[in-house]
């Protein structure tokens, strides 16, 4: 199939970017994505050309690079997939597609497609995490975890970072990773004991970050590739709520 | 006013959806006082006055509209706030537009807010600061209403078809407000479960097309037998 194309070109984080019209011919409708863009890659460096950066790694939809704005979706078309996951056959020949880079405040754009996307680090590390002593592993069954909680604290844990749901939202919001990574810690035993400190710092760098506020738009739980539930939101509201009120003014 | 600004994103909405609860039972509870002004019984005339004279004196009444103004101020202040920061948390739009699903009136609170709020305005204009003497009682219209006669105010305002006709858009614009607020409210403030949250995604639905119906009745009555 010939592929036509309108991709996000921005030399760097300074310069201003524009939009740059491509065509590719003779792809197959069983590549993937990322392999239509090394396939136009491999025709601009052959040609001279600077090649389009994007992120990716695993190409399997675990590591959350592949993070591409496509025809107003982040991920482009289909539920429930990465980029990476992406078929040439979900687009229709002839149609341009519109490769963007994901817009947020909190995510400038370094080259092309490629944005910085440290203010999701910079979140987990005022709280994604639970300080435990390096020993020797005790026995498993010495904590105890109710199968219900295990299975929806992994639900949360799924989620692989890739900040669709922020490119989706209207609002530029982080809460879903944020609620997502606030509850695979409160659900079990061992997240528990930091819960209320852990909340509250990974709001106040979400804020400070400038991320949007969540008005309960949903785009974000229809666009993850892991199909994150919103649910998470709603305990993360919980859960702050009640740190707030339980913790002494410091 | 600057210690507003400094709350966590999360508290801003607490506030908005607690304000936001008090904003929508007292819609029902005017509503309800309201539907009098149409003659579906014989003494709904005394029913409606007898409604009015208890909320503009009843020393608790009195107080709860301290909250109400408090709420209505809080609810649009944290809400020109927030949208103010969402706007700015992204700086370069797409340039395809979003095609992501999503609940569909949440995308235009802050307009029909601020429609909301501009009827608000006119509507204290109408009512609310002739009771306290700010303005005039309005004359020379088909009947002319005193001071307090709420009843007979409305019943002016009403048989102004422009008038109607504003207040019937308005209220469907309120409806779409409404639609995406009552569940958001409880999502807002951490309350979502697997088996109640379609319960309220349902009520809010009723309520959302109810309430506005309601109050569109009553100038539809006035256009159809006026
Ligand atoms: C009778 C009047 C009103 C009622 C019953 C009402 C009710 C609500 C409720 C329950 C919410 C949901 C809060 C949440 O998501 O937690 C909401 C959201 C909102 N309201 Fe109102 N509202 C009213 C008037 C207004 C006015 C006058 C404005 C003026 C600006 C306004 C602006 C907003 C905005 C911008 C939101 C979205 C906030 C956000 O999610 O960030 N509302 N409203
Ligand atoms: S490249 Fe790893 S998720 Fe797509």
Redesign the interface.
Known sequence: MNIKLKV?RQKSAKEKGK?VKYTLENASPEMSFLEMLDALNTKLILQGDDPVAFEHDCREGICGCCSL?I????HGPGEKTTTCELHMRSFKEGKTI?I?PW????FP?LKDLIVDRHAFDKILIAGGFISNEAGTAQDANSILIRKDKADEAFDSAVCIGCAACVA?C????AMLFVSAKVSQFALLQQGKVEAKQRVQAM??K??EL??????????CE??CPKGIS??N?????????GA?IGTQKS | MSKMLRY???????IMALAGFLLMVFLLIHLGINLFIIPFTENHQDIFRDGVHFMTTNPLIKIMEIFLFGGFLVHILIGII?QL??W????????????????FF??Y?IYTGVVILIFLIIHLGNFYFVKLGLTEAPEGMSRVADDHDFYNMAINLFSNKIYSGIYIVLFILMGFHLN?AF??AF??????H?KYTPFIKAVGDFYSIVVPLGFILIPLYFIIYY
């Open positions: 996000w939009f704005y025809n107003g979706r982040p519109v963007e817009r947020s405040r909190g754009v989706a209207k609002n530029a919001s709001v106040r979400m804020d400038g991320f949007g506020n969540c008005t309960n738009t949903y785009a229809a666009e919103v649910t939101i709603a305990r993360m509201n919980r859960e702050f709520f707030r | 966590s994103s999360l508290t801003k909405k607490y927030l920061r969402n700015m948390a992204r700086p370069v739009r797409y340039a395809k537009s979003n095609h992501s699903q999503g609940s949440s995308k609170m995406h569940q958001s999502q807002s403030l951490g309350l979502n697997s």
